[in-house]
């Protein structure tokens, strides 16, 4: 299988993106990104936001971009990027000014923008765009990454694929006495390896220093806290862990995540484990295309309730992913509501489950000592789902012995 989106995925959203600044109101020539994820789902060109901004801007027959010099070279190899602009650096170069210029000799007077002007990151300030050009604000890219494509989905697919592997090395590399950074290395390096072996040359995304794959766990008292870290102590018979394992794939990301036991859980570990996988399950039964997507949560919620044991659910349960961990929509209970809610820019169509929605399902249970949770990646599709993880998830599975 291909681990990079087809050129046509390319193609098509800036073609979406024309008809949508053709189709809006007032005089708009052009729309215009600095967020680095819109910019590289548009394009391809990815690039780690810091203090130096980029601007791509889309014109209906030119992409022009404005990077500062270091992304020069790397920008010019980028198939759908037809100019490339560029300042020294900064704060010495002029960046905003500079994408301003770029606009003015595409004969852009007024733009559609994800925002007006740089993100103040890692110190950043500059004057807004609209100091050099008439803006609107729009959030196009953000309600296009929702319902994924085919092949986004098969990329989401791959990263399962290879979470699965990392988890199971991390399973198996687990056991009394070992300490939880140095069999998260293992199994990430591990799987990493397996990957690029197996995948060889298929394998398009830059590999950095950490690997393609990442397994891991939250374990000891920190599994009581759902974004817990890991804490300098070494695994005792009786942990509980949490663990989570991904994999990148051309810029795409699955989840798993699973709660295991370190030795022969005990009668009321076991009680909460059961809980929280009948919440999970009826989270699951409960997707689908058109399903009300709050209605999932106050599904869980109400099971919750009837088990006596709602205090000790502390988030909702799960949310959309694909380029970052977290996308909306998110499957949370107050989700209709927010969608009429008159400070965003959704509808009450947005309510609803879509094709190509792909969910984590992750409802957890937090007591003072000890957290529970599994993760499973979820994909929406025209007449139900479809499981992309799939480590799992009974009790007998999940203890190490």
Not at 52 to 69: F, Q
Not at 165 to 180: C, F, I
Not at 206 to 223: F, K, L, M, N, Q
Not at 250 to 266: A, K
Request: negative net charge.
């Amino acid at each position: 299988m291909s681990t990079e989106l087809p050129a046509s995925e390319y193609d098509a959203r800036l073609e979406a993106i024309r008809d949508r600044v053709a189709e809006a109101e007032g005089d708009a020539d052009a729309g215009v990104w600095f967020g680095a994820t819109a910019i590289e789902y548009l394009t391809g060109f990815d690039h780690v936001q810091t203090e130096r901004p980029v601007v791509l801007a889309v014109t209906d027959g030119t992409v022009a971009i404005t990077v500062p010099r270091l992304e020069v070279e790397r920008a010019e190899t980028v198939p759908h990027i037809d100019r490339v602009d560029h300042y020294v650096d900064y704060p010495g170069g002029a960046p905003i000014e500079t994408a301003a210029s770029m606009l003015s000799d595409l004969g852009v007077e007024a733009v559609l923008a994800d925002a007006d002007g740089a993100p103040g990151v890692m110190g950043y300030q500059g004057p807004p765009l609209s100091e050099f050009v008439e803006v609107e604000t729009q959030s196009w890219v953000d309600r296009m990454r929702w319902a994924k494509s085919d092949p986004e989905v098969a990329l989401v697919r791959e990263s399962a694929r290879w979470a699965n592997l990392g988890h199971r090395y991390l399973a198996e590399y687990t056991e009394v006495g070992a300490h939880p950074a140095t069999v998260s290395q293992r199994a990430s390096t591990e799987a990493s390896r397996a990957m690029l072996d197996t995948l060889g040359d298929r394998f398009v995304e830059r590999v950095r220093g950490d690997g393609p794959v990442h397994a891991g766990y939250i374990s000891a008292e920190e599994t009581a806290l759902p974004h817990g870290h890991t804490p300098n102590q070494r695994l005792r018979e009786g942990d509980v862990i949490v663990t989570g394992a991904s994999a990148n794939v051309d810029g795409y990301f699955s989840e798993l995540e699973r709660t295991m036991f370190v030795g022969e859980p005990t009668d009321e570990q076991v009680h909460y484990f059961e809980l929280m996988l009948e919440a999970q399950t009826i989270a699951i039964e409960a997707l689908g295309p058109g399903v009300e997507i709050a209605s999932v949560d106050r599904a869980v919620a109400d099971y919750f309730d009837e088990q006596g044991v709602s205090d000790l659910a502390q988030h909702h349960v799960g949310h959309n992913i694909g380029m970052a961990g977290h996308e909306p929509p998110y499957i949370d209970r107050g989700w209709s509501e927010h969608c009429e809610s008159e400070h965003t820019n959704y509808d009450p169509e947005d309510a609803a489950m879509e094709p190509g929605h792909i969910y984590t399902i992750e409802p957890g249970l937090y007591t003072k000592d000890e957290g529970y949770r599994h993760s499973d990646t979820i994909a929406i599709t025209d007449d139900g789902i479809e499981w992309l993880t799939y480590f799992p998830r009974d009790l007998e599975s999940n203890v190490i012995r």
